[in-house]
């Protein structure tokens, strides 16, 4: 099967983009369907058709990412920390507000967003992933369990980090 040699020792570049997922698919079942191609070639040209589909899947995320970005407004900020005795120490956007306008505008273009919460030595590891068509971006922060004095509980500190965490 000459066309399989040919295009496995060609490089990436030379493959047209349009319909380049389609045209390696079918050549991966006809050299599926033939007994003289090995494994290590048929391995070969599957780990080609995925580098391409992730490379397209990147592509299209920040193409999108790029478009989403100059809809997403400035958020108000209507939570408050305030001190012992009631006073206002500063204003911050919570989480549930954050998430009610971020959240059309990311289906929208076809963006999902999840977190994922870790016990970690100084507090919660919380990662935050932006995933679209098969491609995702991610990024951590640890948050420290900031007990505020007696203010919190264990749970409450929990809850507070997390919040934090998304926000930021």
Known sequence: MADTAELIEAPQSQVAVQGESSAIMSLIERAARDESVDIDKM????????RMTAKQAERDFHEAFAE?????????KRGS????????????AKWEHVNEV???????FGFGLSFRIEPHEKGLLI?????RGGHTESTSI???LDMGG????ANQSRGAATSYGKRY
Do not use: C, W
């Not at 007696?150 to 509980?153: F, K, L, Q, S, V």
């Open 142 to 144: 640890v948050q420290s």
């Open 102 to 108: 971020i959240k059309p505008i990311l289906s929208r």
């Open 150 to 153: 007696a203010a919190m509980n």
């Open 127 to 131: 990662t935050a992933k932006l995933s």
């Open 68 to 76: 989403m970005q100059t809809e997403l407004p400035e958020i108000g």
């Open 43 to 50: 391995e070969r040209l599957f780990q080609m058709h995925e």
């Open 81 to 92: 920390a305030e001190n012992k005795d009631g006073k206002e120490l500063y204003a911050y």
